[in-house]
């Protein structure tokens, strides 16, 4: 079983930063892909940033060059660095990961965190 817990969440006027962050635990040997989603109200969760095990990342458009992903291996943890933060940016940003190898074999789902809410004000 795969737990996520994020944090960092919360309120930063527009052109501030937050950082996010998001444990993963349970019987976890490895983890592929690490990332963040969001979804704003009246909107469908969409990606915002992905990193793999190997560091390769991807990003949203609307993001790019804006915020960084990063994951620290020993710890299953994966972060997101916000910066230049705008009021559309305002959103439930949910962790999310995929293709982890547990102590029961390799899981395929997708694991989601409860979501932490960030909200810009402008």
């Known amino acids: 079983q795969v737990q996520l817990v994020e944090s960092g969440g919360g309120l930063v006027q527009a052109g501030g930063s937050l950082r996010l962050s998001c444990a993963a635990s349970g019987s976890i040997f490895s983890i592929n892909t690490m990332g963040w989603y969001r979804q704003a109200p009246g909107k469908q969760r969409e990606l915002v940033a992905q990193?793999?095990?190997?560091?390769?990342?991807n990003y949203a458009d609307s993001v790019n060059g804006r915020f960084t992903i990063s994951r620290d291996n020993a710890k299953n943890t994966v972060y997101l660095q916000m910066n230049s933060l705008k009021p559309e940016d305002t959103a439930v940003y949910y962790c999310?990961?995929?293709?982890?190898?547990?102590?029961?074999?390799?899981?395929?789902?997708?694991?989601w965190g409860q979501g932490t809410q960030v909200t810009v004000s402008s």
């Open positions: 999310n990961v995929n293709n982890v190898w547990t102590s029961t074999g390799w899981s395929t789902k997708d694991h």
């Open positions: 990193i793999t095990s190997g560091g390769r990342t």
